[in-house]
């Protein structure tokens, strides 16, 4: 293992570890290519790096951070190689994250924040920890799709740019506060659901058995609106229904 230190990203770096340290400038529009780990365990405070990360790990786990560590920041990355990409700190993506074919990147008990594309080319993300967090905060007017995924912590919704879904989600706890959000594929909520604006429900939005909800204002509901919870589900505003909307549950919809 070697340290790399960057004082400016220009182009392609040499693969091994990558060791951040405080009082160095990770700033550039290039490409760092990393075969084995991230390490934090220098840093008093969070890390940003600029250009285009590459993960191409082949052999062995590939560990972004050290647990309790800041958080790092990063413009463009992009999992490649063949083996398990792992969060151990709170990772943000400010431009692209891009999981290619065949690779699983692991959020593991961390908090993953998308603040525009995300693209899973084939791979796969790894939402199964009850402590993982996945943030869409897209905030620059462009719409942002959600990965279709079975988020087993907390799946979040926040900035202004409209959100929708890339297929079909469960979550057991959801989070939306900004960005209107239009449910075009089947949406599930097993725990604790708050939502600020639904723009539509053209497919379908339910509250499981013992779930908890709120729903500031709908805009329309063109598919289906359930809740099969026994807890009351709020809806501030219903502007409009050409679909079906259906209180299953003991707590009802109010």
């Known amino acids: 293992a ?6 400016g990203i220009t182009g392609a770096r040499a693969q091994g570890n990558l060791i951040l340290r405080d009082g160095v400038n990770y700033a550039g529009s290039g490409t760092i290519n990393i075969k084995n780990n991230i390490s934090n365990t220098n840093m008093t405070g969070p890390a940003t790096i600029g250009g285009t990360v590459n993960l191409t790990g082949t052999s062995t786990t590939q560990n972004i951070g050290n647990a ?3 958080s790092i920041t990063f413009s463009t990355l992009k999992a490649q190689g063949s083996t398990i990409k792992q969060m151990n700190v709170t990772v943000t993506v400010s431009d692209t994250l891009d999981v290619n074919s065949g690779q699983n990147f692991d959020v593991n008990t961390d908090t993953l924040n998308l603040a525009k594309a995300a693209t899973l080319t ?5 939402v199964t920890d009850a402590s993982s967090v ?5 905030n620059d007017g462009t719409a942002q799709s ?7 912590g907390t799946l979040g919704m926040s900035g202004s ?23 075009n594929n089947t949406l599930s909520v097993s725990g604790t659901g708050t939502f600020a604006t639904i723009a539509d429900i053209s497919s379908s939005l339910s509250f499981g058995a013992s779930a908890n909800g709120s729903i500031t204002a709908v805009t329309t509901v063109g598919g289906s609106l359930t809740s099969n919870s026994s807890n009351a589900i709020s809806i501030g505003t219903l502007g409009g229904n050409t679909g079906t909307v259906t209180a299953a549950g003991s707590g009802g919809l109010n």
């Open 2 to 7: 070697f340290m790399v230190l960057i004082f």
């Open 68 to 70: 309790g560590q800041p």
């Open 122 to 126: 084939s791979g796969s993300l790894d």
């Open 134 to 138: 996945v943030n869409f905060t897209r």
């Open 146 to 152: 959600v990965f279709g995924l079975s988020y087993a």
């Open 161 to 183: 740019s409209a959100k929708n879904l890339g297929g079909a989600t469960t979550a057991a706890t959801l989070s939306q506060t900004g960005g209107d959000l239009t449910v």
